[in-house]
């Protein structure tokens, strides 16, 4: 064997992990909301799903959210600081504005707010990947909140 295919192939196989490391670390949750996930329980019979894709450097994050069945026009969603069963503070407002679904975004620095510990976005970012985030969205019958799901890994 030549020395040349031979480099060549060293080259590939060092090219390929990196390539799929790249391709690894963009990291994807989502939630699936209900109205007996609220804190407190919504009597909404709702349903809704929601996607979440973190950027490789962790300054942004890529959301999908949809619903179905609410009992009004959704009113404003956000990225809450709690565990499941607990009611925390805003920490990434998704829509602060009434807002049709479904609906696809970016969210970045720009629209976080700190809650507790939690102090900056990549703080945020490592809440939501610990599993104590959830996102929820907002009705006029349910100001509170209609339905709400927590973020988890994508499987």
């Not at 490391?21 to 919504?42: F, N, R």
């Not at 939690?118 to 959830?134: D, E, H, I, L, S």
């Amino acid at each position: 064997m030549s020395r040349k295919p031979l480099v060549a192939v060293v080259i590939l196989a060092a090219a390929i992990p990196a390539g799929l490391a790249g391709a690894a670390s963009s990291q994807k949750y989502d939630a699936t909301l209900k109205g007996s996930s609220e804190v407190p329980k919504s009597s909404s019979k709702a349903t809704g799903h929601a996607e979440f894709t973190i950027a490789p450097n962790g300054r942004s994050i890529r959301y999908e959210i949809t619903a179905k069945g609410l009992t009004g026009p959704a009113q404003a969603s956000h990225i809450h600081l709690g565990r499941p069963g607990q009611a925390g503070g805003v920490l990434i407002s998704i829509s602060t504005k009434p807002f049709s679904l479904p609906r696809a975004g970016r969210l970045t620095a720009k629209q976080f707010t700190a809650v507790g510990n939690v102090k900056t976005f990549a703080q945020a970012v490592r809440a939501m990947k610990a599993g104590r985030t959830y996102v929820n969205i907002h009705t006029m019958q349910f100001p509170a909140g209609e339905i709400r799901g927590q973020v988890r890994p994508h499987d």
